[in-house]
């Protein structure tokens, strides 16, 4: 796992402007970030000067190899139980808390256990510093990125008419993992013909079948860092409807991705691929944003859709996958991963998409 | 997917006894088991005389389609504020949200949006109903078992000195998919010698050498339900001190399942096994609570611990997994998993655990 001490310098630098004496962290992502901890159940507590890891009996051995700079508490009772008593003993009066990562139920045990501290929802204090990537996490992106690009090349090979989809997601899996991948970033998605209609569609035993298209959507997780990526193959004959609107998304997507660079706000990214799509009728058959932020999560910060309030950063590495969804039909999705450099953008994946090269021998 | 229109009305009786006009369920397996959905970002709202279903554009045609009985509601901004919508509509005056699932975040949004509907934070209204396991469900737990088992005998197989950690649980991980296992249950353990030591070791580059035990977790997770078992296998020869705590683990898991029964209380089922391990100067080293229910989740109702409150009924699965830890040296534990029966139990998984059935050739 990458660590930088930096990221809880930038923390404790947002915990000054906001006149908090501390903020509890139990994101695991944004444990993960500020701690170098790479198990579960987990939290921390960051004041001004220091910072408490609480974890409990079976993790205990493994976090005190792998933390730095942070006080080691094994708790006994819950998580919020033991910050509870810090934030007591401490005497601490203003303590933000991860209000999207912090349930009700744990809300309502902190605030009983800590009447005289005042506790403060925080929505992104981490989540905005995450967003822009460090050297290491650039690196560990860009190896997650090469072990999906490479298992995929390889899982070509085996794509046939007569498989089903679920058996061809996990020969992708298998090839990621045999490449050093921990596991696939998310669950890959496999959807044959119709079923790519079907933005977030589950690998089933639907058969491919010659003259069929199969959308992929599928990323590596490794050392912690994920990768993101769409393409969708053909078997012999690629349909014209098909064939049409493939193209109107490839230029989308190049256009989108022409518009990336520092300091351009993050909503024209995304306008760029609308705008080309809406004209040529497909307006209402692309209906999600056309990125997302990728690092310790598949999904986060900075959001790439139409209402996006983010300004773009070196060192923000995000998606740009414009799709049109056909239903009964079919779907196209061209999804690659950006990284916004000081001059513009470094696209980080470089598998073929030009459309006679999707095209898979049957 | 395995569905019963039975869970919906044992729920509707629940908020009958709260005097409840309607609960909102957005813990996912919650939203899967009441509705038969099996995708993602999805929300219920159930009312005493029916129910709706909240989702969006990438899964509206999924929705559509496995869904029963609920009203389908396309959302357009969040989902609590689509359903805030509706429980303003329907002018409901008490409605309980699932306070363990639901973040501050949207128990703020939803409060905002319905200042005139009482909400009440309720933790285990479904929880509980799913705790006694349907037929349907019971029938894909036991595939779900099935499939760890008999991959794990193929695994077996492939073990030997030289190979990592990594690489055993990958080849585990690949032999369950190959047997019909959508993914493992959860991360696969595979923690040579000292290693083992940490309850939950996540796999390294750690190498089996000739002489070293190495403790295996997994399960296989098949039609979303789950199983979850523990062995521990041996090379060569057996380290003088495991198979002594071998031993004790081994009668110590004898003891706690012959405990199991209708109406015993989940407390004397922990106690068995804690008490014996005690007696032989071991329980400082057995940190966790016997076992867990398993499910829709791998750690569900009922809690198998010291301080359990759960009364034992037919229709409860659960696991019995006595460990012995011993920090630098290794660990034991072996975990299967049964099915409280009118008469007794029965054990779900049959896979050897004899310890000198556990060696397996260099």
Redesign the interface.
């Known amino acids: 796992m990458n660590y930088s001490p930096r990221r809880l310098d930038a923390l404790r630098q947002a915990l000054e402007q906001k006149k908090a004496d501390g903020i509890i962290v139990s994101n695991p992502h944004n444990v993960r970030y500020l701690s170098g901890y790479?198990?579960?159940d987990s939290a921390l507590l960051i004041t001004r000067d220091g910072g408490y890891f609480y974890t409990d009996?079976?993790?205990t051995?493994?976090a005190a190899k792998e933390i730095r700079g942070l006080k080691l508490v094994q708790r006994k009772k819950s998580l919020f139980n033991a910050i509870a008593k810090t934030v007591a003993k401490r005497r601490m009066k203003k303590v933000l808390?991860e209000?999207?990562?912090?349930?009700?139920?744990q809300?309502?045990e902190l605030t009983q256990a800590v009447p005289r501290s005042r506790l403060v929802?925080n929505?992104g204090a981490v989540a905005n510093i995450r967003m822009v990537k460090d050297e290491g996490e650039i690196r560990a992106i860009q190896a997650a990125a090469r072990v999906a690009e490479t298992g995929f090349r390889r899982f070509r090979g085996m794509v046939k008419t007569g498989l089903d989809e679920?058996v061809m997601a996990?020969g992708l899996?298998?090839r990621m993992?045999?490449l050093g991948a921990e596991?696939p970033a998310f669950?890959i998605i496999v959807a044959v013909r119709e079923r790519a209609?079907?933005?977030?569609?589950?690998p089933t035993r639907r058969i491919l079948r010659k003259g069929e298209p199969v959308l992929v959507d599928w990323g590596a997780r490794k050392d912690f860092y994920n990768s993101d990526l769409t393409r969708v193959l053909f078997t012999d004959r690629i349909p014209r409807t098909i064939r049409r609107v493939y193209e109107i998304v490839r230029e989308a997507q190049r256009l989108a991705i022409a518009a990336v660079g520092p300091e351009v706000p993050a909503k024209q990214v995304d306008r760029a691929a609308r705008q080309y799509i809406r004209k040529h009728g497909f307006g209402k058959q692309f209906?999600?944003g056309v990125g997302h932020g990728v690092g310790l999560e598949v999904h986060e910060l900075p959001t790439i859709n139409a209402s996006s309030r983010h300004i773009l950063k070196p060192g923000m590495v995000f998606t740009v996958e414009p799709g049109i969804y056909l239903?009964g039909v079919g779907g196209v999705r061209i999804e690659d991963m950006v990284l916004v450099t000081p001059n513009g953008c470094e696209v980080l994946t470089a598998l073929p998409k030009a459309i006679d090269e999707m095209v898979v021998p049957v």
Do not use: I, L, M
Request: proline share 8%.
């Open positions: 790479t198990g579960d009996f079976r993790y051995e493994q808390f209000s999207a990562s912090v349930t009700f139920q809300y309502q929802p929505w679920r996990n899996d298998f993992r045999a596991c669950e209609s079907q933005p977030h569609a589950r209906g999600h239903p």
